[in-house]
């Protein structure tokens, strides 16, 4: 069975950093494409990130673009996402998802659809 966990989530203040963890469990996704998503309370879950086959394809909602960072460590088989200079904005669940072919980056992976394998998410609240 396939398992996405997520960790790293919390409480920060405006200009904080914080570092999400995704552990993959059940399979290896070092030829997949992975993300992260966020949704905030009363809005759609976003696209925030994407990492591909090569660690320096690398993609971004233009809102974090400059303050985050995705990367991925295959041989853990695990993602991460690098937060900096957090904003209140920033505030939602973030969900890490793997996409389950294996093929790299398409425009198709900065939609919810693309992705196949999700996490249960991990809450980041930033204070003002």
């Known amino acids: 069975q396939v398992q996405l966990v997520e960790s790293g989530g919390g409480l920060v203040q405006a200009g904080d950093s914080l570092r999400l963890s995704c552990a993959a469990s059940?399979?290896?996704?070092?030829?997949?494409?992975m993300g992260w998503f966020r949704q905030a309370p009363g809005k759609e879950r976003e696209f925030v990130a994407a990492?591909?086959?090569?660690?320096?394809?690398?993609y971004y909602a233009s809102s974090v673009k400059g303050r985050f960072t995705i990367s991925r460590d295959n041989a853990k088989n695990t993602q991460y996402l690098q937060m900096n200079s957090l904003k209140p904005e920033d505030t939602a669940v973030y969900y890490c998802?793997?996409?389950?072919?294996?093929?790299?980056?398409?425009?198709?992976?900065?939609?919810?659809?693309?992705?196949?394998?999700w996490g249960q998410g991990t809450q980041v609240t930033v204070s003002s």
């Open positions: 059940g399979r290896t996704f070092s030829r997949n494409v």
């Open positions: 990492i591909g086959w090569r660690s320096d394809s690398t």
């Open positions: 998802a793997a996409d389950k072919e294996n093929r790299d980056f398409s425009v198709r992976n900065y939609a919810r659809g693309a992705y196949d394998y």
